[in-house]
């Protein structure tokens, strides 16, 4: 992967604490401000109230088991000296196995635009950023399974439609107005195996949300300013690889047109997606949603919805009345689909040189199963892609409110039902300058 360049090449104006933690020699009732007095557990970094320009570093070698990192509005950095979670010593990446713990409470606040998505309830998170900003993690690994012996849901099926909701890093921005500032760098998160289901409740690797806050006439509307999330390593996740975005104000975007006045004052903002690579991802491998002119690029996606299937994804799931209360069944196969790469109601989303290929199981099950998905947005740009070896076309064009797509100087080599898929009447769509190789027998579109 590319090197990463400095986020932040400002001198810090506070060089703050530093506090180390080692699962093997440590002690929770040491000071915890020296390798020889390190701390022993994740809890005691979690009762800490972190400063501008404090730091964090796990010991390499350490196995933190049954635990979780939280952290929240009072853990903030700022712009010149951001709070730094990191690894000294040598020796493997600290690992953080959450094992079903790390236990919160998400809510939307309000029901979401497909009134049985799950909008509220229990989750577990390897890592919980909420309300917290200038924060950067980075060499961390994290998984969050069913299979250890400890977890409460050891024994119950993996593709359980009531099974908890699970993440490696999941963020919510809800009290604190405009959340700038997020750095996820270099981190390796497997083997979540989240709710396949439950497409909104931070199932997955990396999943950042937009909560209502308890009161937005005072912090102001709930939105990112820069999250960046670079050179990860995600392997086996459900559901999703890496989502960001989904916003409590989605009610503010359901046209196809999308206004720069409604992107300033709803939608979050610079967002960088790159240099990750993601494979044997249940559902679907990158979404941007709610965002304006985020950028994805030099990312590489193997084996995406992997559990889209009719074995796999087979269980009726809850349908919801307004309150998001159970008050019956969906039918089987509810919500069965997904994609590779792809924006939802975002503004000038550019997605160039990723890689994404063997994306899976849309003839057995998954309505979708494309590399490159321009849905309901305006203003998306594909360009400079690669994909191959996928089992839908090469791209879909989704709807009335997709408009303004390009789709250029990409190369598809021999998608299993050809290159464009344009699913209903998307409005403008540009596509020019690429190269298919399409396999024999298949027709053009």
Sequence with gaps: MVPTVPVNAKEHAATGTTYYVDS???????????????????????????????????????????????????????????????????????????????????????????????????????????DAEYLEIEGLELTNDRKSATDTEKDKAYNDAYAMDRTGVAGVAKDNGKV???VLNDLYIHDVTGNVYNKHMTNGGIYFIVAKPTNEGETGIAR???????????????????????????????????????MDKYASSNVVIENNYLNHVGGDAITTMYLDRPLIQYNVSENGSEQINTTDYSQQQPRLDANGNEIG??????????????????????????????????????????????DYGDGTNYQYNYSHGNTASTIMFCGPESINNTFRYNISQYEDMGPLDPAGNSGNCQVYNNTFYIKEGLNTI
């Design 180 to 182: 700038d500032h997020i």
């Design 24 to 130: 093997k020699d440590g002690n929770d009732s040491n000071a915890g401000t020296s390798e020889s007095k390190a701390f022993k557990t994740l809890d005691k970094v979690n009762d800490l109230n972190l400063e501008p320009g404090d730091t964090v570093l796990l010991k390499k070698g350490s196995v933190f088991e049954d635990q979780a990192l939280k952290f929240t509005k009072e853990d903030s950095g700022t712009a010149e000296a951001p709070v730094k979670i990191s690894t000294y010593g040598k020796g493997d990446r600290p690992k953080i196995n959450t094992n079903g713990h790390g236990l919160w409470e998400l809510n939307y606040g309000t029901p979401l635009d497909n009134q049985n998505h799950k909008w509220k309830g229990t989750v577990s998170s390897s890592i919980l950023i909420e």
């Design 224 to 262: 990112y300013n820069d999250i960046q999330i670079r050179n990860c390593s995600l392997n086996t996740v459900n559901r999703w690889g890496i989502a960001v975005g989904y916003t409590y104000q989605w009610r503010q975007f359901t046209t196809g047109a999308l206004s720069d006045a409604v």
């Design 329 to 374: 069944k969906q039918n089987v196969g509810a919500g069965r689909v997904a994609a590779g790469i792809w924006p939802w109601k975002c503004k000038n989303a550019i997605f160039q040189y990723n890689e994404c290929f063997t994306t899976l199981n849309a003839s057995k099950g998954n309505g979708d199963g494309q590399p490159w998905d321009a």
